[in-house]
């Protein structure tokens, strides 16, 4: 595993696509219990080099209901997003992740870890990723019917800030969902 995690920090496969350039950031252990895939690192993480270390990351530890402590050991939480570098500001907010990496490296990962209890897809690139013609028509169905994913993974919106309107607009997370995955977290952890 270390071995491997050396490897993605040294990729370049899209080094020419990518405007800060390359700084792949992914964490794992072979005892990691809960694998988190979002997107792509912003450029806060992209700087500190830290998944996860910023706004989103505060929300997001926050609806799992854990401490930074937590969050950042490897042998509970690995992080492993969907484009492993920055990939550059859209017209809307950040470009979507690169495409090369997920093909590249998410296997070789996943295959490493073999106590993994619950993988958490993150957005609608990871849940397209990995549930395939299974998701829903838009994110909000799908993550509305999370259940059906279950006990494999456990999909949710991104915890950006932007979503702020997208949470107001559909109160059941908070009510429904979010309970879910709190307990599904306590009883993992």
């Known amino acids: ?27 794992g252990h072979p005892d990691s219990k809960i694998v988190i895939i979002g997107q792509a690192p912003g450029t806060k993480v992209h700087a500190s080099g830290i998944p996860w270390d910023d706004a989103s990351g505060k ?25 492993f570098c920055y990939p550059g500001k859209g017209k809307s907010g950040d470009l979507p992740p690169r495409i090369e990496c997920a093909p590249q490296w ?14 958490i897809l993150i957005g609608m690139y990871a849940q397209k990723y990995y549930l395939k013609d299974k998701a829903e028509r838009t994110l909000t169905e799908t993550v509305a019917n999370y259940k059906a994913y279950l006990p494999q993974y456990f999909v ?34």
């Open 1 to 27: 595993m270390e071995t491997l995690l050396h490897d993605i920090r040294q990729c370049r496969i899209c080094e020419a696509h990518l405007p800060l350039g390359p700084r792949p950031i992914a964490t």
């Open 59 to 83: 929300q997001l530890r926050k609806w799992l209901d854990v401490t930074d402590e937590d969050f950042y050991d490897e042998t509970k939480f690995a992080i492993i997003p969907m484009g």
């Open 106 to 119: 998410h296997q070789p990962l996943l295959d490493h870890m073999k106590n993994v209890e619950l993988v």
């Open 156 to 189: 949710l919106p991104h915890p950006s800030p932007r979503n702020r309107f997208w949470l107001a607009k559909n109160p059941w997370f908070e009510t429904e969902v979010l309970p879910e995955l709190k307990k599904r977290i306590s009883n993992t952890l």
